[in-house]
């Protein structure tokens, strides 16, 4: 894949992520004005957040990024690629069956380890009944993780790209149908979580029979090439159960402050759309690019994809890092603060969106330097790096808690984020030509801090300017546009100007012309 092949494909995939996460905002939005940050709104995050966390761990996080290079390499191969997604669909299948049902049957004890600060009160036990409702959504998400890695290897990302949109749209359709019939609101949405999951597997399982993988259940059978995809994958999973262990801390510093569980993940939703519309669309189309390479023994085409898929991620995330940290208010304001969502809120979630604003590069540049591992099937070295990552994140979360309460969760976050991102750094320098940065990519990487710099002054006087406008309900959102319009035009002028990045790049990306 040519360098502006590459991106094109990254700008497909980031623009249903965009899409996506449009909808999220949308759905957060409709989230926080039914139920602000009251405790159904706290319980149904904790609930929905546990079949999310252990998908991350069995299947996005970890099965998926072994199984990626190795169905990648047999499709270069000719070899019998859809014999092995079919053991490993069946297999993943048959694992997550069971752990679905003694899931569903310690839903309090997963709450309890998920957020203990709610025992005693209304949100545990709401907590508990939203689980039981939707912790089945594991089985079908990671098996539609699994179904959209076969469709990015053969290039097909708007099929995969598509499913989250979709989950989003039904939520929100959900909504807006409890609140028409006077439904309530906390069990629609919980029951809406595994409608959800049948909806998403059933359009990828579709899409993958289209390029000839209709995958149908079978006994699983451990046959050579499946257990060597556990193999690769075990140090994978851990390093995922790590980084879950991770957000565990988080969850639990935030649940004995009421509120702050749906402070940090308003504030997360925001943080997400630059790191899912640039970060995971570079990370999904890198992998199986790089591992075709390297099967084909092509160092300096897989050189030139990580540093031109580096470029361009800098070029979008660092000047998204600063808007966060610079405009958090604002931004939590317009897009949140309204029925039962107040103005503690909005200062709270606020303080939160700084912190994770800060590590939003280093969220990126994982994204970026985990592919270098998984192409060559190394999971090890990420599981060692992310132990001592976890053990930074409880540190700072615990013992800063007492100091700046919960925004202690999001900061730690942060911070063991860039501790990450050193060591995969530092493990990626005995890698060969592929993983080294070439000379367009240091001369252009300051250039793009100074524009991101630049774009941050313009904000704050914008702001200051601003704020009358971003204060009247009616004006509000046309005075965040206003703001938001700023800090792009000043960017890309700056970057331009100083030669940061080409304007024709990114047209180029956008053509749908072929090379």
Do not use: H
């Not at 994978?236 to 980084?243: D, H, N, Q, S, W």
């Amino acid at each position: 894949m040519k360098p502006i092949r590459l991106i094109r494909s990254i700008m497909v995939v980031g623009g249903w992520t965009l899409l996506s996460r449009g909808a999220g905002f949308a759905r957060d939005i409709m989230m926080a004005a039914y139920l602000g940050a009251g405790p159904v709104a706290e319980a149904f995050l904790i609930a929905f957040s546990l079949p999310n966390m252990f998908r991350r761990f069995f299947a996005e996080g970890a099965f998926n990024m072994a199984f990626v290079p190795m169905f990648a390499k047999k499709l270069e191969g000719g070899e019998d690629a859809k014999g092995f997604a079919r053991d490993a669909f069946s297999g993943l299948a048959g694992i997550l069956i069971v752990f679905s049902l003694l899931g569903t049957l310690a839903m309090p004890w997963l709450v309890w380890a998920m957020a203990s600060g709610f025992v005693g009160d209304e949100r545990f036990d709401l907590a508990v009944l939203y689980g039981r409702i939707g912790f089945s959504y594991i089985l079908f998400i990671s098996l539609v993780a699994l179904l959209s890695g076969v469709l990015n290897a053969f290039g097909r990302f708007t099929e995969a790209s598509f499913v989250p949109v979709l989950m989003n749209l039904m939520f929100i359709a959900a909504m807006l149908l409890a609140a028409r019939f006077g439904w309530d609101m906390g069990l629609t949405l919980a029951w809406t979580v595994p409608v959800t999951g049948v909806a998403q597997f059933a359009f990828t399982w579709w899409s993958a029979a289209r390029v000839g993988f209709a995958l149908k259940p079978a006994w699983p059978r451990m046959t050579p090439e499946l257990k060597r995809l556990f193999i690769i994958a075990a140090p994978a999973v851990l390093a995922g159960g790590v980084i879950q262990i991770n957000l565990l801390v988080g969850r639990q510093v935030a649940s004995f402050t009421e509120g702050a569980v749906a402070w940090l993940s308003y504030a997360d939703r925001l943080y997400q759309l630059p790191l899912g519309v640039v970060g995971i669309a570079i990370g999904t189309v890198l992998l199986p690019d790089l591992s075709r390479r390297l099967r084909a023994g092509d160092a300096q085409g897989g050189r030139d994809s990580f540093n031109r898929g580096s470029e361009f991620a800098m070029a979008l995330t660092l000047p998204a890092a600063v808007a966060l940290v610079v405009i958090a208010m604002p931004l939590c304001a317009v897009l949140y603060q309204r029925g039962e969502f107040g103005a503690d809120d909005t200062a709270n979630t606020a303080m939160a969106l700084a912190a994770y604003g800060l590590g939003l590069p280093a969220f990126m540049l994982q994204k970026m330097l985990q592919p270098l591992y998984y192409a060559r099937e190394d999971t090890r070295r990420p599981f060692r790096y992310a132990l001592v990552c976890m053990v930074v994140n409880a540190l700072i979360a615990i013992g800063l808690m007492p100091v700046i309460g919960f925004v202690a969760a999001a900061l730690a976050t942060t911070l063991s984020a860039w501790v990450m991102v050193w060591q995969l750094w530092r493990g990626s320098r005995g890698m060969g030509e592929a993983a080294q940065f070439d000379d367009r990519f240091r001369a252009r990487a300051w250039r793009i801090l100074v524009a991101s710099l630049a774009m941050g002054a313009v904000l704050f006087g914008a702001m200051t300017v601003l704020g009358p406008m971003l204060g009247t309900p009616g004006l509000r959102y046309a005075g965040l546009a206003l703001l938001i319009g700023a800090g792009i035009f000043s960017y890309f002028a700056t970057g331009a100007l100083i030669g940061a990045f080409r304007l024709s790049d990114f047209r180029s990306a956008l053509r749908r012309k072929q090379d």
